[in-house]
């Protein structure tokens, strides 16, 4: 019988996907940029059904939501398999750490039934496969740095980009909360865009991104930290003033952003980021890492994990 084997690892945003032009297409309203993480991964294992049913295992249980057995239909639609097809998807992250799965899970489950369908797809056409599942997922295809911009649902896919910065470029993962979060970030994003500051929040996506880009052209780690800093806090600030208000960050996670403001002072290359959740982020350099995340784990007592940059999608066919 056929059998598809897929890998596909976690991204972290630098530049922020906050908000969709399309939610049916899943088209972003601005441009994002983001980092593939070699600590968190996702590996997914697509077969044919001998009864002909459609069916998604995650972790081991049977899912009955439709949102993945939609992306599953979908799948099948795009790349002409007709009979049922039973897809085994398994979460390499670390137990309840309240770390969203859904771009490495997306991913992985594109190049899967890519693998299946037997089609010689370029990675493009494959980012735009998982940007259905999730928008964040279309970055995820790629190694190291990737650049997701609009337009429509032909080119609206992620790219990688060259950096000298990928030789010593480190994440400290610092779980503060081990709940997954409150508010998905499909509801999250959606009412973000009641805040009055939305619109002014999206001009400035556009000019972070093209910023930032320049910076990781350049190799300059100081200004790419700056503009992920700035360009949290924005999300952050949106939605907060949303109606009504949306708060991911704790009193831990604040007090991290503080402790990367002072690193900074100390001449340690140290910037903060948060997603959709309680969870922070330190950008550093790998020299840096062990220290910032000892002290994380010693102020805050908030364990933590060192990621590098991960490799792109890995799609093995039996
Ligand atoms: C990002 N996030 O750029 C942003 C930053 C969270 C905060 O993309 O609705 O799970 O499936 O497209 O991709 C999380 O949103 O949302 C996300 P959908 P997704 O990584």
């Known amino acids: 019988m056929n059998l598809s084997l897929a890998s596909a690892h976690a991204n972290l945003a630098l530049v922020k996907y906050w908000g969709k032009s399309d939610e049916d297409l899943i088209l972003p309203r601005s441009?994002?940029?983001?980092?593939?993480?070699?600590?968190?991964?996702?590996?997914?294992?697509?077969?044919?059904?001998?009864?002909?049913?459609?069916?998604?295992?995650?972790?081991?249980?049977?899912?009955?939501?439709?949102?993945?057995?939609?992306?599953?239909?979908f799948l099948k639609a795009e790349l002409g398999l007709e009979s049922g097809v039973i897809v085994r998807s398994v979460n390499h992250f670390p137990q309840a750490a309240g770390?969203?799965?859904?771009?490495?899970?997306?991913?992985?489950?594109?190049?899967?039934?890519?693998?299946?369908?037997?089609?010689?797809?370029?990675?493009?056409?494959?980012?735009?496969?998982a940007r259905h599942g999730s928008g964040s997922a279309c970055r995820s295809v790629y190694e190291g740095f990737a650049a997701w911009v609009e337009g429509d649902d032909q080119t609206s896919v992620?790219?990688?980009?060259?950096?000298?910065?990928?030789?010593?470029?480190?994440?400290?993962?610092?779980?503060?909360?081990?709940?997954?979060?409150?508010?998905?970030?499909?509801?999250?994003?959606?009412?973000?865009?009641?805040?009055?500051l939305y619109e002014d929040f999206i001009y400035q996506c556009h000019r972070d991104f093209k910023e930032a880009c320049t910076a990781l052209r350049l190799g300059d780690l100081s200004t790419l930290g700056d503009i992920t800093e700035r360009n949290t806090l924005a999300m952050n600030r949106v939605n907060q003033t949303a109606r009504p208000p949306l708060i991911y960050p704790r009193e831990k996670t604040e007090m991290i952003c503080e402790l990367a403001k002072?690193?900074?002072?100390?001449?340690?290359?140290?910037?903060?980021?948060?997603?959709?959740?309680?969870?922070?982020?330190?950008?550093t350099q790998e020299?840096?890492?062990?220290?910032?995340?000892?002290?994380?784990?010693?102020?805050?007592?908030v364990e933590t994990i060192i990621a590098g940059p991960g490799p792109g999608l890995e799609v093995r066919h039996a």
């Open 31 to 73: 441009p994002s940029l983001s980092l593939t993480l070699d600590a968190l991964s996702t590996t997914c294992v697509a077969e044919g059904s001998t009864t002909g049913e459609d069916a998604v295992f995650i972790d081991g249980e049977k899912t009955e939501s439709e949102r993945d057995l939609n992306y599953l239909r």
């Open 262 to 283: 002072q690193l900074r002072e100390e001449g340690i290359a140290c910037w903060y980021t948060n997603d959709a959740g309680a969870n922070a982020f330190l950008i």
């Open 99 to 129: 770390l969203a799965s859904s771009a490495s899970s997306c991913a992985a489950m594109a190049g899967a039934l890519v693998g299946l369908s037997g089609k010689n797809l370029s990675l493009p056409a494959i980012s735009r496969l």
């Open 158 to 196: 992620a790219q990688p980009l060259e950096s000298p910065l990928l030789e010593d470029i480190s994440v400290v993962i610092c779980l503060v909360s081990r709940e997954f979060k409150s508010i998905p970030s499909r509801l999250g994003m959606r009412m973000a865009q009641s805040s009055p």
């Open 287 to 301: 020299q840096f890492a062990p220290l910032i995340a000892q002290r994380v784990h010693s102020r805050f007592d």
